[in-house]
């Protein structure tokens, strides 16, 4: 079983930047991304990145944060910069690893508090 274990978590000013971490403590070998959750809405989609390096992101994000991550380390990260009080939430790793037989096994990370204030 593979645990996600996020950092870098805290509480900033509007405009300040942070930098989120996630390593898994195996093999990762699907994408890798970072969803967050405000309270009293849903779980969304942030960023993503695929094993290959191709990143994707939710429009509200856009121009503002970056996916990375690093094969060897089995880690992703995310830099956040010019937050926004918007973004306050609960950030999550989530990690995927296909099995030889083409099985999907995903993974979650406990979550990360970002807290911007204005």
């Known amino acids: 079983q593979v645990q996600l274990v996020e950092s870098g978590g805290g509480l900033v000013r509007a405009g300040g930047s942070l930098r989120l971490s996630c390593a898994a403590s195996?093999?990762?070998?699907?994408?890798m991304g970072w969803f967050r959750q405000a309270p009293g809405k849903q779980r969304e989609l942030v960023a993503v990145?695929?094993?290959?390096?191709?990143?994707s992101y939710a429009d509200s994000v856009k121009g503002r944060f970056a996916i990375s991550r690093d094969n060897a380390k089995n880690t992703v990260y995310l830099q956040m910069n010019s937050l926004q009080s918007e973004d306050t939430a609960v950030y999550y790793c989530n990690a995927g690893s296909r099995s030889v037989s083409g099985q999907l096994i995903n993974y979650w990370g406990k979550g990360a508090q970002v807290t911007v204030s204005s």
């Open positions: 990145v695929t094993s290959g390096g191709s990143a």
């Open positions: 195996g093999s990762i070998n699907d994408a």
